[in-house]
């Protein structure tokens, strides 16, 4: 909603408020200001200038040679390119020195060998965007009425010396959508009054109903229906102030009848309908359902095929309005409408937007309804348009209305406590204080023992229940005294459980190793669905897909991560690292809701790092993605109850893919893609991984213990033992670490070797033990009697020998 600062003030008196201070306030009661417009901000210089004389330039076909009164002593010679541009306008004129829009300054110049003093101006070169222009002066210089007094200050009769309050609005106070909701919200922060406009109508003598009957036959989508006949109108502009308030609020101007309309929507908050009498084909307005596909073309010249569900104003026979969204364009008002048919109606806000939906309209009209609009003010808009019409157009007002009226628009009544309100927001407010907020706020409210009853009226259709009342309170009172106090209790809200920590701590880590969080759908294929999953059960179908492509529910998240790195590949992204955390769901049976388990899964393709500057490349592979899992287990103190063995994985490479259990039970699987399943998918070497995280998160774990910094030398040993090709390193390492005792601190391997000189079936790994004693400095014996047992052991469980 943008609210025009000194159109507000023709309601409330904000006198000693700025509109920035205002805007402050505004917001800090609960309404975001998303930002305060100034209007003429970077203008200065521009007035009211007189066209005495206009010709054709001398040495150019577009321009004219024009001679302006501007109110100095003498009138200037201005060249103008504008082809609407005449003898005897008024126009608005930026002088020598002016200053326009960027910084734009105005200079003494010659064109084409003539002198030009200054620029006569149209709205755009002012600053008004070119979509909220009127459409006769789109394409040139704006035109003012003739009783623009020559010299003025432009800016001023064209409301341009305004601020603009953009008011960012939630669906629940749709009753600052009017510049009297606005009006009563402020009155209410600033404690003063608020001032409704004066509704005179004077009436001829014929009456409303000899000339229109009004007919509702779905009186649940329509409760109100009010319409009001004004004759003799003259079709023309509408006063400048008017167009100007309009431009404001983003609203084009068109002409003095569809101005009002737009004006009173703004101004009161209520839609309007402006309907050719003559145009309308009968007398009378029947209000109805669409037959299915009955046709209406609407105001913007669109056909719009209709159906049941949407409500229409019709003649008696054919629509003429799709109600509460758009008009039609046979009822059109156009330049020769004489006599005009008003209507102001209360439409069930469902019922306008499933129309507004369906057609893809959105309008102002439209906006109000979905949201809500104040039922006691339709009979007043009414009025008020007719009022404005006879004042603005030269309209006759037919006497009375015509209307059905079903509607019961009782305001509604709430009770609270004082006490309540207190607890609530933890403050000490007094009866007193309480009883001022609510007149500020103008609810009608009756004390009794320190609890209120709240009569709300119609205009605040958000307060139904005491917690409306009690944000009522606090945001009058002011969020920023209401006091700030600890939480008490046995428990201090907001804290993380253990395991939210740890799936915390597993999303940095991750994402310190380089790979990105993705999110996939939980919905996949029925082929996918159970594609590299820890464990399967029966798949689990939606009733009513959207598409077959998002039909069943996963029991992995890797063939939805191989999409995301398909998908980046395509769009020259080669190196991808990524992962994700997310359920799966495994069936439980028919009938029984699918059991949700919560895995850890990733992928990574491409380079792992690239220096171009120092020649050096790291290509991802098996050793790589198994590092960071290393890492990874290592951050949640896992890493001694890890272990790899080589596994075997439909889709995986047979030599690449290890299985990762944790205390000796599976826990996931790391490894390569099938050669088979990488050109099936388009993809190049990649590299997976899938974790039940569940488990890694719940398992005990022992507590961090800290060791001293070593203050004395370690020593290193390395051997080299000859086993049989079908023994796994990992196999031998465990071994060591068990029986190295207290001085063994590390067991790495450090090489492979299977090629010449070496026995068939047979291969070499050597291992880096490191040893040291936090209390003394090692001697040779402590360190040959622990390796001497690490030696011992290896030879009769694994039949090794040292290599010489």
């Given at each position: 909603m943008f609210v025009s600062y000194r159109w507000l003030q023709d309601y409330v008196d904000l006198s000693g408020v700025s509109a920035k201070e205002l805007a402050e306030k505004i917001t800090r009661s609960g309404i975001e200001v998303e930002g305060v417009d100034v209007r003429n901000e970077g203008i200065k210089g521009v007035v009211v200038g007189h066209v005495l004389e206009r010709e054709q330039h001398p040495n150019a076909d577009k321009l004219n040679k024009c001679l302006v009164d501007v109110g100095a002593e003498e009138p200037v010679q201005i060249i103008c390119g504008a082809p609407n541009v005449d003898k005897g306008q008024k126009v608005a004129v930026a002088t020598v020195g002016a200053v326009l829009p960027g910084n734009f300054k105005i200079k003494r110049a010659k064109l084409r060998g003539e002198e030009s003093n200054g620029m006569i101006c149209s709205l755009q070169e002012l600053g008004i965007e070119g979509k909220l222009v009127a459409k006769e002066y789109q394409e040139g210089i704006f035109v003012f009425p003739n009783d623009a007094e020559v010299g003025a200050d432009a800016l001023d009769l064209l409301g341009l010396n305004d601020e603009v309050l953009e008011l960012g609005l939630t669906p629940n106070r749709s009753d600052c959508l009017s510049m009297l909701g606005v009006a009563h919200e402020v009155a209410a922060i600033l404690s003063r009054d608020v001032c409704y406009p004066e509704v005179n109508v004077s009436e001829a003598s014929e009456q409303a109903s000899d000339y229109i009957s009004v007919k509702v036959d779905a009186a649940a989508d329509n409760p109100l229906y009010v319409a009001r006949v004004v004759k003799n109108v003259k079709i023309g502009p509408s006063p400048l102030w008017m167009q100007s308030r309009l431009m404001a609020a983003g609203i084009r101007p068109h002409?003095?009848?569809?101005?009002?309309?737009?004006?009173?929507l703004l101004e009161y908050g209520q839609p309007l309908h402006a309907f050719d009498y003559d145009r309308l084909g009968s007398k009378e307005i029947v209000v109805r359902r669409a037959h299915n596909d009955e046709k209406l073309v609407t105001l913007d010249g669109t056909e719009r095929t209709l159906t049941h569900d949407q409500l229409v104003i019709t003649n008696g026979t054919e629509p003429v309005a799709l109600a509460g969204v758009m008009g039609g364009e046979n009822s059109e008002v156009q330049h020769d409408t004489v006599n005009v048919l008003i209507e102001s109606a209360y439409f069930n806000g469902l019922t306008v937007r499933l129309a507004s939906?369906?057609?893809?309209?959105?309008?102002?009209?439209?906006?109000?309804?979905?949201?809500?609009?104040?039922?006691?003010r339709t009979r007043m808009a009414a009025d008020r348009a007719a009022q404005l019409m006879a004042l603005y157009a030269t309209g006759e007002v037919v006497a009375g209305t015509v209307e059905v009226d079903t509607m019961n628009a009782e305001p509604a009544v709430v009770s609270v406590s004082v006490e309540r309100i207190n607890s609530v927001l933890g403050t000490s407010l007094e009866a007193n204080e309480v009883k001022s907020i609510f007149e500020r706020l103008q609810f009608e409210a009756k004390e009794d023992n320190g609890t209120f009853v709240v009569t709300v009226p119609t205009r605040r259709g958000d307060i139904t229940i005491e917690e409306d009342l009690i944000e009522e309170v606090a945001r009058l009172f002011g969020y920023d005294n209401i006091p700030t106090t600890l939480p008490v209790g046995e428990a201090?809200?907001?804290?993380?459980?253990?395991?939210?920590?740890?799936r915390r701590q597993v999303r940095r880590y991750l994402e310190g190793s380089g790979l990105y969080q993705a999110t996939t759908y939980s919905l996949t294929t029925e082929e996918k669905a159970t594609q590299f999953a820890l464990e399967t059960t029966e798949t689990i179908r939606l009733a009513m897909p959207m598409s077959e492509d998002r039909s069943v529910l996963r029991q992995s998240l890797t063939p939805q991560l191989l999409e995301v790195v398909k998908h980046n590949n395509a769009r020259q992204m080669d190196s991808v690292a990524i992962y994700e955390t997310g359920s799966v769901f495994l069936s439980k049976g028919e009938g029984e809701l699918p059991e949700e388990k919560e895995r850890l899964a990733g992928a990574v393709t491409g380079m792992w790092h690239i220096h171009q500057w120092q020649g050096e490349k790291k290509v991802v592979d098996f050793y790589v993605v198994k590092g960071i899992l290393e890492g990874l287990f290592t951050a949640l103190g896992l890493e001694e109850r890890i272990a790899y063995e080589p596994g075997a994985k439909e889709g995986m490479h047979p030599g690449r893919t290890a299985t990762i259990t944790l205390d000796g039970e599976a826990l996931g699987f790391v490894g390569q893609l099938h050669p088979a399943t990488l050109k099936a998918l388009g993809l190049k070497e990649t590299?997976?991984?899938?974790?039940?995280?569940?488990?890694?998160?719940?398992?005990?774990?022992?507590p961090v213990q800290y060791e001293l910094i070593p203050r004395f030398p370690s020593m290193t040993r390395d051997i080299a033992l000859v086993v049989d090709s079908t023994v796994q390193a990992g196999q031998i390492q465990r071994v060591i670490k068990e029986v190295g005792g207290t001085l063994l601190k590390e067991v790495n391997v450090f090489d492979l070797y299977e090629g010449e000189r070496m026995e068939e079936g047979k291969k070499s790994v050597a291992f880096s033990l490191r040893y040291y004693n936090p209390e003394h400095t090692l001697t040779d014996e402590e360190v040959t009697k622990a390796h001497t047992k690490v030696l011992e052991a290896v030879e009769a469980q694994f039949d090794a020998t040292l290599r010489s």
């Open positions: 002409n003095n009848v569809v101005d009002i309309t737009n004006y009173i939906k369906d057609h893809g309209l959105r309008s102002e009209a439209s906006a109000r309804f979905e949201k809500g609009i104040d039922p006691n201090i809200p907001g804290k993380l459980t253990e395991y939210q920590a740890k590299y997976v991984f899938e974790l039940d995280l569940r488990r890694a998160l719940t398992v005990d774990v022992a």
